[in-house]
């Protein structure tokens, strides 16, 4: 496996990253959320969960699940090679349904706070052609001074803010929240605080979550009676 390769390839992609808003806050009407779990000893299986919600209600519309071989191993800032397609795939089916020009997808992954600028969220977001969020429990790069009080946000800086990590509870630890494309450093902190309802993460991704871990529970069930 030449990382070099993939590493020039993430530097060409991040080349196309537009940092504006295709969508603007008031015009949104729909926020879906894209997570993913694995199956297997070896991770050999990737689920890909995604569902849709109303956008300021956040009630949810839709939703999709997918189950793929994996044929990537996990190596850190590579995930878009292992993660990106299953994703995409996850979210198409639910993003056609939709008023895509009404609509951000919110990524349990990184976008441009990235050591190349090219998370997860921007690969799903230049494929899909769609604006994209990427939302992480852990910080990947940039250089941030952390939130000490509820719902306060410091900006990722790299030269530029790339992002914003952001305290979403008094006894939580911050999320980092970065572009993947399409959109502006200061919409994606808006519209992820507006999506906070009464826990860590964002609803579009926690209500992913709880879909793929469902989605993983039924299928080792369903494994298990074979």
Do not use: W
Not at 49 to 66: G, H, M, R, S, Y
Not at 190 to 203: D, S, W
């Amino acid at each position: 496996m030449d990382l070099e390769k993939l590493k020039r390839l993430q530097e060409e992609l991040a080349k196309s990253v537009v940092l504006r808003d295709l969508v603007k806050p008031d015009e949104l009407r729909f926020v879906l959320g894209v997570d993913q779990s694995f199956i297997g000893k070896k991770q050999e299986k990737v689920i890909s969960a995604c569902v849709a919600l109303t956008f300021p209600e956040l009630k949810p519309v839709d939703q999709n699940v997918i189950i793929e071989d994996v044929n990537f191993p996990y190596i850190p800032t590579f995930l878009m090679f292992r993660e990106g397609d299953p994703a995409v795939r996850g979210v198409k089916p639910v993003l056609e349904k939709l008023d895509r020009k009404k609509a951000v997808v919110i990524v349990d992954g990184s976008g441009i706070a990235h050591p190349r600028r090219c998370g997860l969220a921007t690969y799903v977001a230049l494929k899909l052609k769609v604006p994209t969020i990427g939302v992480t429990k852990r910080k990947l790069y940039g250089d941030v001074e952390l939130p000490r009080e509820e719902m306060e946000a410091k900006p990722i800086y790299d030269g530029e803010i790339i992002g914003y990590a952001l305290k979403p509870c008094k006894l939580c630890k911050p999320i980092f929240i970065s572009p993947g494309s399409y959109i502006t450093p200061e919409t994606a902190l808006e519209i992820v605080k507006a999506c906070i309802r009464n826990h860590k993460l964002p609803e579009p991704i926690r209500l992913a979550h709880e879909l793929a871990t469902k989605s993983k529970s039924q299928s080792l069930s369903s494994f298990m009676e074979l």
